[in-house]
C-alpha cells in the first residue's frame, strides 16, 4: 500500500492563480481531510469529508474548495490564491467517519508559496 | 471554541536528561491522540489514550490522560537525538466526532 499520497511537493503561484492540490489513498479509509499548517499555528483543518460525496468545512475553509467523488480521492481547490496562503498542507485518512476517534493517516505534505 | 492548548511550545534539553509536556483541554475529551512530527516531514501517530487516568508505555515515551480528561502528558526518559520533532495532542471537536483538534505542536530540540 502507498498509505495516503499528495502531489505535487512544492509548488510556486502567483497570486490570483488557480491549483489543485491532489491527494489519494489506498487504504480504503472513509474519512480524509485537508490541513494547512503554518509556524506556531499548529495543524488547522480546512476542510473534510466523511465518505464519497460528502465534504464540510473545517476551521479555516475560506479560498479553498474540495469535492469527493471518489473514496480514494480528495483534491483542494484554490480559486484565487493569496499570499496568505502560503503553507504546507497536509492530507490525511482515517478508517470510519468519526476521525475523533480513529488514526489519522497523514501524506508527505505540499509546500506552497504564493507570491 | 474549544481549545487544545499544549506547553511549553519549545524545549531544548540536553541528551540524556527527562522531559515531559502537556495538553489541556478546555473541554473533556472521549479520547487523546498524540502524533510526532520529525523535520520536514509529516505527522505520525503514536498513541491514543481513552479511558480516566490511562498510563501507556511506548518503550521510553511514557502517556498519561488526567482524570477528568481534560488533560495528558508525555513524558521521555531519557531523551535521544531521535526525539528531536514536534509533538501534538490532538482531540475530537465539542459537539461531535467529526472533527479532529490540534494544539499547536511542541518542538523539541535534543542536543547530543
Known amino acids: 500500500n502507498a498509505g495516503v499520497t499528495q502531489t505535487p511537493k512544492f509548488q510556486v503561484l502567483k497570486t490570483g492563480q488557480s491549483m489543485t492540490l491532489q491527494c489519494a489513498q489506498d487504504?480504503?479509509?472513509?474519512?480524509m481531510s485537508w490541513y494547512r499548517q503554518d509556524p506556531g499555528m499548529g495543524l488547522r483543518l480546512i476542510h473534510y469529508s466523511v465518505g464519497a460525496g460528502i465534504t464540510d468545512q473545517g476551521e479555516v475553509p475560506n479560498g479553498y474548495n474540495v469535492s469527493r467523488s471518489t473514496t480514494e480521492d480528495f483534491p483542494l481547490r484554490l480559486l484565487s490564491a493569496a499570499p496568505s496562503q502560503t503553507s504546507v498542507y497536509f492530507c490525511?485518512?482515517?478508517?470510519?467517519?468519526?476521525?475523533?476517534?480513529?488514526?489519522?493517516?497523514f501524506g508527505p505534505g505540499t509546500r506552497l508559496t504564493v507570491l | 471554541g474549544q481549545q487544545v492548548m499544549q506547553i511549553p511550545q519549545y524545549q531544548h534539553v540536553q541528551e540524556g536528561e527527562d522531559f515531559t509536556t502537556y495538553c489541556n483541554s478546555s473541554?473533556?475529551?472521549?479520547?487523546i491522540q498524540w502524533y510526532k512530527q520529525r523535520p520536514g516531514g509529516h505527522p505520525v501517530f503514536l498513541i491514543q489514550l481513552v479511558k480516566s487516568g490511562e498510563v501507556k508505555k511506548q518503550k521510553r515515551l511514557t502517556f498519561q490522560f488526567g482524570e477528568a480528561k481534560k488533560n495528558s502528558s508525555l513524558h521521555i526518559t531519557p531523551t535521544q537525538t531521535t526525539d528531536v520533532g514536534t509533538y501534538f495532542c490532538?482531540?475530537?471537536?465539542?459537539?461531535?466526532?467529526?472533527?479532529?483538534?490540534f494544539g499547536k505542536g511542541m518542538k523539541l530540540t535534543v542536543n547530543p
Open positions: 473541554t473533556t475529551l472521549s479520547n
Open positions: 490525511a485518512s482515517s478508517y470510519s467517519g468519526t476521525s475523533g476517534t480513529d488514526t489519522q493517516y
Open positions: 490532538a482531540g475530537p471537536a465539542q459537539g461531535g466526532s467529526e472533527k479532529l483538534v
Open positions: 487504504m480504503n479509509h472513509e474519512y
